[in-house]
């Protein structure tokens, strides 16, 4: 990403003063503008074409072009090269240019937005990007944040303000900021121009959750942390107004500072493209180097006694010097077995694929009114060899709205509903809801199905009283009231908004709070208490506490925080407690619901005041502010007393179990990457089974140290090596892969796993000299959870894999924090959900739901790579066919340099004669129907294994192309040496040979891609059957009366095509030409499709079978019972397992189930390639790849 400042020296400490530009402009601090957009007016061309020619393919056409230009060495004219390299450059500059003039129009839109800055005591309205670091700045409701500020006051009391941070960390909820003391009182605008105050602080950095800084105001020292902080990309809510001091601008912003740059992705077949094109190259001139050698040794020899016959250019003084113009002259004729028209038109595949999948209506949300899109359109292929998915949780795996589901109150769990049997009702067969109808203030949207935790609060239980006055009380949540009665909740977590919810429902109403007081309505009653502490909740604490009096004088403290950190602070009087609600906790954790434990403790009144003095001069320390503050925490909330528990659901997103396990048949890797803590994430990971009971073990990774992290990860490893010992058969399993390197070991290891590792973990694990430990661990499982991540470590992580095991990663995620992770993997997905448009911004494709991401890889993706895979080896096949015709035809010509072809035949078989059928089979081509891609995800691993185009690949079709070639050219040779025409003249002249061996070319090759064709369309048949025709016109043409007429000088051979076409023997020479050149090919296939079919041909055959047993059904019905279609309706049922997708055992027998169609199994050959590629892989520290041997 560019910007607009210049490379300055890194920051060891940032200075800025307020009002004193004069002073800050020594810095030479970055503006506040933002561009990132790569060209201007004048340097567009200049340096569009530098990077188009950084493209070898490109440079190659450049330097022919420049070849063609030189009179002496060419035999073909200009045109048949500029033209299409012209088109190429012109097509890519124009798209180019479109994008760049987006990223034009959205930097202008940015940079120009208005903003309120006090300049000279007065405020005036300035763009944003003039804003300067010092500067202060005016924000009201509702508006962005322009750049990092240092919060100075609000309207607020005590210089509150609340902000939304939807932008940066993905969450929609809001987040309280609140000036410094001695600032807060400067909401005047006299006052803060005199205010002249110098911050000193860290340097830019990306760490969103951190800031440390001192005001130098006065002659005091006042520190600055997070809290004090408004960040570029917030918006202001709830607050009137506040003012702001510039402290970061433009690139220095943590926003820009975590938005990472944009990388140019390119798909494994564009670099095997480059390596080929390098390779073809190779071979051109090794071929060019043979024929000029040829050429001067015939010169030498033959050619000098021809002199006065057929003498040399007067350039030409030696039969050598003639060799090396030779050479030239062939490296252009032959340069046509990688033509320009190659990159045109995987361009426009690549284009007709994203159509698709912008078309799809099976992917559109129809409430949201969200199609699918994709937003690039150089990835498709990739979609198809996808091996590792790295998804966020919240938001895309579930939902990100949270539900009170169940709850513990001293003992006694609520939230079950049972039957008269005394057996569990399920969801559907749950009675009406409970009525809330008792309190007028209650949430209608609230559903709870237990009425008996209605009865004990309207009954007075006071401990079930204390347990929602506590949810009523313990929170950040800031309450709206619209209109008398319509309270609107806005809450820093969905969880914290559930939770309030739920309090509110059951007669405990959070009404509204001021810095110092909560008011409630309890049952009907409203009650003030006053708030003198809160306790806020981080990563480390996992609890957030609020101490409160009430109005009868009384101090309490109200505690809600994780199982694992608050069970330990208990008063110990509370064990029997503890024992029941551990029960219920483990019950709740089971069913994948995310829980708290809540507590309280009475405080006197003596004591409070002096833990508050000492909580106050911890908070004014210099130095280890936050460490004071934990500690002064920690002290007070111990010996506190249990209340009970809560189980809250984050319901998961339609379809997430049943994605994730087809994506897992399809042998796809999948890890959850989330900010989440662990319980939560482990909890989501049994929801949507990821992790199973199944499962040998899932190991979980909590160190603190880095040797702590080692020795976890080496026993996780010890453990599932011993697992694996012996697999049966005598063999030990070290035995079995003796040679294999560690990776390979483990990932073919017995049994399944799972790892679950934290962020603090993480950050020890993603070390240098730990890494590969990680990896190795990490990709022996089946599924991975990573928790408490931080954006930079999402993306840590996906690279991680990206370096050691070379395989297509793909990441997913609907948040700002996300975007990170979605830049690095080889194709980012953004969904559009609750958490803003950065993701769907910085992705390569975007939808709304996490299921249509098995549509996307198993049905376009695999289509987009087979469909490129067989647009390749046609493409290569086909030109090699009609290149080396030209090599053979030089040691009959004298090594001169002369076409087969004419030239006009040269310039148009690209273009014209053969684009476009190969352009239909690579936009519309489909080996099985879209419902069986989905049926058989096993259908998937060709793609992943990187079968379908490879170097093996692609030298079977140059050995084709080159046996075609052969066939080609010698079949007519051999014929017209002796052949004679009807009236008895010789046949054999060279352009009747030229037609012959043009027609042939034209029909064998549109022959051979009526045999490649999968899934005939009109519009394939259209453009096969219309080439030739078009073909056979334009020959036509080429040598009627008409043309020669009017270019006499171009048209000579007048008649020639159609004498040529009326002698019986030149279509008997064709049609042999044909089928010697096709009937091998027929063959071969044969005989594959009967001895080693794929997976994809033993499901069209299948196929065929239930379409053949429901015609014969039919025809049954029919004499039976002419009248009734009910049966019929039942019987298609057999057409397959579409229905029963959804319910996820099935999915294994449906890849498993075509064993009973053919006694082979039809993907052993698989099989046995990935444990090939497995054994041969390098650990993750070896280099690439070796190429796939078949």
Sequence with gaps: MALCAKKRPPEEERRARANDREYNEKFQYASNCIKTSKYNILTFLPVNLFEQFQEVANTYFLFLLILQLIPQISSLSWFTTIVPLVLVLTITAVKDATDDYFRHKSDNQVNNRQSQVLINGILQQEQWMNVCVGDIIKLENNQFVAADLLLLSSSEPH?????????????????????????????????????????????????????SGTLYWKENKFPLSNQNMLLRGCVLRNTEWCFGLVI?????????????????????????????????????????????????????????RFQVYLPWDEAVDSAFFSGFLSFWSYIIILNTVVPISLYVSVEVIRLGHSYFINWDKKMFCMKKRTPAEARTTTLNEELGQVEYIFSDKTGTLTQNIMVFNKCSINGH????????????????????????????????????????????????????????????????????????????????SPDEGALVTAARNFGFVFRSRTPKTITVHEMGTAITYQLLAILDFNNIRKRMSVIVRNPEGKIRLYCKGADTILLDRLHHSTQELLNTTMDHLNEYAGEGLRTLVLAYKDLDEEYYEEWAERRLQASLAQDCREDRLASIYEEVENNMMLLGATAI????????????????????????????????????GYSCKMLTDDMTEVFIVTGHTVLEVREELRKAREKMMDSSRSVGNGFTYQEKLSSSKLTSVLEAVAGEYALVINGHSLAHALEADMELEFLETACACK????????????????????????????????????????????????????????AVLASDYSFSQFKFLQRLLLVHGRWSYLRMCKFLCYFFYKNFAFTMVHFWFGFFCGFSAQTVYDQYFITLYNIVYTSLPVLAMGVFDQDVPEQRSMEYPKLYEPGQLNLLFNKREFFICIAQGIYTSVLMFFIPYGVFADATRD????????????????????????????????????????????????????????????????????????????????????????????VVCIMPVVAFRFLRLNLKPDLSDTVRYTQLVRKKQKAQHRCMRRVGRTGSR?????????????????????????????????????????????????????????????????
């Design 159 to 211: 210089g509150l303000c609340y902000i939304e941070t939807a932008e940066l960390d993905g969450e929609t909820n809001m987040k309280v900021r609140q000036a410094i003391p001695v600032t807060s009182e400067l909401g005047d605008i006299s006052k803060l121009a005199k205010f002249d105050g110098e911050v000193i602080c860290e340097p830019p950095n990306n760490k969103l959750d951190k800031f």
């Design 248 to 304: 970061f601008a433009g690139p220095d912003t943590k926003l820009m500072q975590n938005s990472g740059r944009t990388k140019f992705k390119r798909t494994s077949i564009d670099r095997l493209m480059n390596t080929l094109v390098l390779w073809i190259f190779g071979f051109l001139v090794c071929m060019g180097v043979i024929l000029a050698i040829g050429n001067a040794i015939w010169e030498h020899e033959v050619g000098t």
């Design 413 to 492: 769990s609520y939230g079950d509903v049972f039957d008269v049997l005394g057996h569990k009702a399920e969801l559907g067969e749950r009675p009406e809801p409970v009525d809330f109808s008792f309190n007028p203030l209650a949430d209608k949207k609230f559903l709870f199905w237990d009425p008996s935790l209605l009865e004990a609060v309207k009954i007075g239980d006071p401990h079930t009283h204390e347990f929602f006055r506590l949810l009523s009380l313990c929170h950040t949540v800031m309450s709206e009231e619209k209109n008398e009665g319509e309270l609107y909740y806005k809450a820093q």
């Design 649 to 684: 659901e984050d319901k998961l997103q339609q379809g997430v179990p049943e994605t994730i396990a087809l994506l897992t048949l399809a042998n796809i890797k999948i890890w959850v990457l989330t900010g989440d803590k662990q319980e939560t994430a482990v909890n989501i």
């Design 783 to 838: 599924a991975v959870i990573c928790c408490r991540v931080t954006p930079l470590q999402k993306a840590q992580v996906v690279e991680l894999v990206k370096k050691y095991k070379k395989a297509v990663t793909l990441a997913i995620g609907d948040g700002a924090n996300d975007v990170s992770m979605i830049k690095t993997a080889h194709i980012g997905v953004g969904i559009s959900g609750q958490e803003g448009i950065q």
């Design 983 to 1074: 009236d008895g003249t010789q046949l054999a002249d060279y352009q009747s040979f030229a037609v012959t061996v043009a027609t042939s070319l034209v029909i064998v090759v549109s022959m051979q891609i009526g045999l490649d064709t999968g899934y005939w369309t009109a519009i394939n048949h259209f453009f096969i059957w219309g080439s030739l025709a078009v073909y056979f016109a334009i020959l036509f043409a080429m040598h009627s009366n008409g043309l020669f007429d009017m270019f006499p000088n171009q048209f000579r051979f007048v008649g020639n095509a159609q004498n040529t076409l009326a002698q019986p023997t030149v279509w008997l020479t064709i049609v042999l030409t044909t």
């Design 1126 to 1190: 009910r049966s019929g309706y039942a019987f298609s049922h057999q057409e397959g397992f579409g229905e029963l997708i959804m319910s996820g055992k099935n999915m294994r027998l449906s890849s498993l189930a075509l064993s009973s169609f053919t006694t082979r199994s039809s993907s052993s050959w698989i099989e046995s390639l990935r444990r090939k590629k497995s054994d041969s892989a390098s650990s993750p520290s070896g280099g690439a790849d070796k190429p796939l041997k078949g």
